[in-house]
């Protein structure tokens, strides 16, 4: 559904990222771990078509997000903890506004607003301008606009960055909901904890390149250490 | 590009705008209450010190004597206060230095320096010549100095009529010639004559300042606030979120010129009418009206470059910087109607800027000709649609969009990759450059300097074949295929055929529909054929062949092929015409060739060869010419039975170039 194959990202001399393969599958959500300029964000925006490759390809749905990145905007769901909403709109014309710009129907859009409205309880602030929102509630109407159009890819980029523990906690059950939707998912974070409990894979980045893959529970067996975020650290000084 | 997704993008971008409580104080605010209150404010206060001025008696020194009736008349005449009397200085540099220390020191307002023998001229019916020391720089001063000549030029008369009588003299003893000036403008004229100078810069201005926020807003603002991420992750093609943001802006400076005006009017008008001069501003709902589409192209044009360079930077900040020289680079121009004899003409019309500029002042005067004004018009959107394609193409360059470091290579740099054919940008861009090139080129061609048929190798192979095929060149592309260098099939080949005999009938059958609606359309075609007529065999060659290739491999081949990339076939055949019609610049002529160009480009794309458009144009164009020599073929062609026969060639034409389905 969503899959990496050799993509690479060159700044001049810097490889802001190298050689990175990978693939999610329908129902599964990988993690993107690493610290922080560890590539995490250069490699999603290459698969949702933002940023285009040096080298190597990013699919989504088999679509070439370099050759037809229309068509992968299309599929794809895509939310970032630091995406910002229109101030002077309120989050129902910003989820009019998307679902337009996903060519959805006036009232496909009112129905699919009206059931995430309420799944996501935004009933309270749906029709206030995003100005006057909080951070949880900007990010509540984030997860909207990324859902509105039902696409079978969500690349999610730390997207409980900044939110309470009870909006990020909201935010990783639609999550766990979407993947049990049958979405494809890629979520990254620096948050070990988030990742242990969501993911069913993780990738490890530092530097730009994989440094390793596999279950919360392999890696750290691998490592020989209790939690996902020791096995990380051990990683990283084994490479310095 | 999807016009419901653009009507999205500008709804939202509109709504956001009318939101913007700083946009609103700047497009309707600003205007409605400042204009009218610094006008009218400006205008009681200029009213008042001029009558003030008109009413103070003037102060002087008086050096010498001054004839008592002089200054008897003068009291009456002005009120003159003789505040010094001094002896006359022994040289005039004495005079002027005590001159000047007295109205330094606001003793006196001006100074009068009298002969010594002033009262025996007098006497003797001499003229006296006063001196007046005033300083230039004062307003005081300079308005005493104008009182008192105005009041001696009255008393002057006078005593000049006392001595023709006394001698008995005619009324023109003393002025053997005198020029009576009529002014052959009215009020209204004159008004309008001072309006079109000033005018046009207060309007570009205006459009400037008015567009500048949402420009910046909607595209720097945008990065800025970290929505523009939001919106590239949907599925939105650049030119689309470009026309989309584009109409915004015009709408804003339109509507925001449009409030300023209306509010500029109000105010100038009722200062004039305080001023009580001779002259009218002749503004009205139509004039206003009229005005109000002149600047449309201005906003088309400007409202473009604003979003380029909104798009360009990387904040609001760095915004503000970039919009201060542009301001700059659309007064200077814009100053053209205060430059003497500069007006609105044929070298003038495609110069950008300074063509809006004198554009708006020729509608204001009433004196901008019909045909130029469509010159200006199709200037300024060629102008607009290169840069709009130039904003796209920033809307696609990662590096400016997500802030990065050296963002002109990006956007200047020549494609990385080698492309089959043209892109549509490039198709786009290639058809304002060829327009500029061809306008401006034509004027060198002279045929009294060079022959008809040096003009016609000068104009279509100088100005037409080698721009597109070095344009194809440096945009390496394939010359093969982006100008469909490939022979048709079979049954494309009886297409074209049947094409080339009967698609003259098309522009036949237009040009005598469309005769009626435009009065210039007769007397061009007459200039036309005087033109050519006198050619012989090998101009009426040249003039079916030459357009048949050079014009052929510009938009059916480079204009046609980057078109057909938009992935739009409609687009292809309609954009290649339009380019083709609005390039013969004279409303007929753009109606008529551009029909023909949609039979060019339809049969050109269908049957994948250059040799379909060459072969139609060329028999059109050979028709043409054989019909100015020979009147019975041209009355063969105008024949009812002719056309008719014509159009059903055509019809099976196109039935046979079409391509079957795979």
Redo the contacts between chains.
Sequence with gaps: MLEAIALTKRYGAVHAAADISFRVGAGEVVGLLGPNGAGKTTILRML?G???PTGGRALVDGVDATTDP??V??R?G?L?G????????TPR?VLR??G????LADDAIAARTARLVDELRMGDFADRRCAALSAGQKQKT?IA?AFLHDPPALILDEPTTALDIVTGRFLLDAISRARAAGKAILFSTHVMGEAEALCDRVLLLHGGRIVDEGAPAELCARAGVRTLGEAFLRRIDALS | MRWSIVRTIFGKELVETLRDRRTLFAMFALPVLLHPLLFLALGRVTAAETQKRKTIAPRVAIFGAMPRALEDRLTAEIGLTVAARLPAPPTPEAAAAEARRLVDAHTVDLALLLPPDADARLAADDGVALTALFSSVSDVSRGAHARVAKALDKISAEELAARRARRKLPDGFAEPYRLVDEDLASSRMRGAEIAGRALPVIVLFVIVTCGLLPAIDLTAGEKERGTLQTLLCAPVRPLELVAGKYLTVVVASLIGAAANLLAMGFALSRQIAALGDDLELGLSLPTGLVLFVAIIPAALLLSALLLGLGVFARSFREAQSYMTPLLLVVLVPAMATLVPGVELSPSTALVPIANLSLLIRGVVAGTAPTQLVFVVTVANLAYAAAALVFTARVFETEQVLLSGESPWRDVFGRAARARVTPTPRNAILFSVVLLVVAYYGSMFADPKRVGLLGMLLVLQLGLFLAPAVLWALASRVSLRETFSLRLPSLRGAAGILCLTLGGWAVGELVARALLPLFPGARAYAEELARLLGPGDAKVAIAVALLPAVAEEACFRGVVLSGLANSGRRSVAIVGSALAFGLLHLQPFHVLTASVTGLLLGWATLETGSILAGALIHAANNGLRMIALHHPAVEQALAHPATIAAGLALTAIGLLLVRRRPA
């Design positions: 949702a933002i940023l285009t229309f068509e905007k299309r794809l895509f970032s630091d995406t910002a909403l229109y101030q002077r709109l014309e506004y998307f337009r710009l996903h060519g984030n606009r």
